[in-house]
Structures are given as structure tokens and as C-alpha cells.
């Protein structure tokens, strides 16, 4: 067990990172995940790891790209509009199976929008934002801890895999404090060597190379099942949490920070006579469709209400695993306002 110690949730990230096997970074400043970035250059040097600040976005996960190729666990961070750039890059790096981790502290948008946070980009996190067939594997932490927990185990996922890992936060993660345990230092030495990387210890007819272009139409179509029975296999990451589920009417769910302030609402619309509980997804692809089946099976639950920061976008998976058995609403603010468990609670009670 490592030390106990107060700190920001983009710093905490970043160690975390650090301690999990991150020797690569590259990214960009913007608000309100610059404290990654700055981190990682004053880390990188003391564990003997390699930081740039590139001169783009799209420069960074390019540089990812070439890292993790290269057999390096490399991670970027950026928020919103920065993710947007990254996206031909991630695609990219998804074709050519290349493990990875991506950081997004969400803000406020669309458009350059705003530094206050929201929860605007889950469709692209989860749809893939970039081009083709392509999925990631993605996490949606509700604390610093649990942030802390995903990210020093997101890159023995991506190896797992071979795929992207995102960490989709926001701006709240990022910049509250809260007491956190760190992990222990992984002995980076221990990570077993990959077999694909292009190392530079292969040569003539062994040569490895990474590659994310197939002129040849069934060659591509090939790649694309496989990478469909990858994302398949991904079912087996799937993480959810309940709370006061067990006897509840209403069903409320949210992710993320929201989903913080839902549990509280919760707590709130009980005192009211309310019977409602919290569903949260940690894991948002793949999306915990079958816990929402179960509850929707429940004769108990009424109605599932989705919470999001956002004009509605998780609320769509809710309503395709729902699948029609109960009926679905939702609330949402965005432009970087932030619900209180009061007002939750409030618009909760006039969709009863």
C-alpha cells in the first residue's frame, strides 16, 4: 500500500500514471487538465521517462503514436476541443492496435465553449470520435481515487487488448483536492517485452512494422472483424456500482462527478418518502447494459431518470438497454453549471 496524501485530482492522475509504468508523455496545454502536462515534465526526468510539449494536439498523438509503437507505455492528456484534434490520431493508433492511455478533463462546449466542466463529450468517447470502426476501452471515475485506480491499471488493460484506453473526466476531477492512496511504484523493468514493437532488435525478412493501411478491401474487412472480436472481449473490463438499488422505485443514474451529486439526491428524495437509488456506469464502453436490463425487469422500478451534465447523451445507451421495458426521462445542465443535489432532487420529483 503507498502513501496517503491530499492532493488535485489532474496532479494525482498524472502520479498515478507515473507509478503504473508511464515513461512517455507528450502533450498541449489547455484548461482544465494543464496540471497533467505540468506534472509529467517535472516527473518524466526523475524516473528517467521522456516528456515534450508538443507543438499541437494532433503533433502529441502522433508522438503517442510513435512511442507505443516502439513498445513504450505512452499516455497524453488533453480537454475537449484538444481531444477533437487528437481524434485522426487515435484512430490511427486503434488500426494499427497500438496500447495507449488518454486522458480527457471535459469542458464546457461545444465550439471552444467554456473552462467550466461538463460531460458534452461521452458520445465521443464511446462512439469513437474519430473515424472507422474503432472502439476504446472507456472509464468514467467518480472520485480522485477511483481516477488514481483506472489509470495505473489502464495500461496493462491497453496491452491486454492492445487498444486506447480513455479516462473521461471532467473539470470538477480535475481540479478539486482530495485525500487519495497512491500505488506503489511498478517496477517498470518487469513488463514483459512485446513481441510487435517496432524495438529496432528485428531486421530483413523479421522486420516488424506498424501499419494502419490496407488498400486490399477483404484484408481491411479482416482486420475489422478481429477488431470487433477484441471489442467483444472487452465486456469482460465491464464496472458498475449500485446504490440503494435494493428496494428502489426510482431509478436514477449518472456518471462521473454527477453521479456524486446523484447520490446525495438520492439520499434526499428517501427523506421525501422517495425510494430511488443510484445506477452508475464506471465503465462507459463498455456500457453496463445488463444491470440495467435487470433492474428494468424489476416490477419495482418505475422509472430510470438519467442525470448528466450534458443536453443528453448517456441517456441514449440507458434507453437502448432499458430496451423499452420502463420508461426513461432525463435532466441535464450544461455550459459548465453544475446541479445541486437540491435541484436534482427537485426535477426528479416533477418527472414522477
Known sequence: MGERVLMKGNEAVAEAAVRGGCRYFFGYPITPQNEIPEYMSRRMPEVGGA????????SAINMVYG???????????????????KQEGISYIAAAELPCVIVNMVRSGPGLGGILPSQGDYFQAVKGGGHGDYRMLVYGPGSIQEAVDLVYGAFGKAEKYRIPVMILGDGILGQMMEPVTLPEMLDVGAIPKKEWATDGTKSGKDRRVVNSLYIEADVLEGLNRRFKAVYERLKDETACETYLMDDAEVALTAFGTTARIAKSAAEILRGKGVKAGLIRPITLYPFPSEVYAACAAKKEIKKFIALELNSGQ?????????????????YGRSGGNVMSPEEMAREVMKRL
Open 314 to 330: 448517456m441517456v441514449e445507451d440507458v434507453r437502448l438497454a432499458v430496451n423499452g421495458a420502463k420508461p426513461v426521462e432525463f
Open 67 to 85: 512511442a507505443a509503437g516502439a513498445g513504450g507505455r505512452a499516455m497524453t492528456s488533453s480537454s475537449s476541443p484538444g481531444i477533437s484534434l
Open 51 to 58: 516528456f515534450i510539449q508538443a507543438e499541437s494536439e494532433v
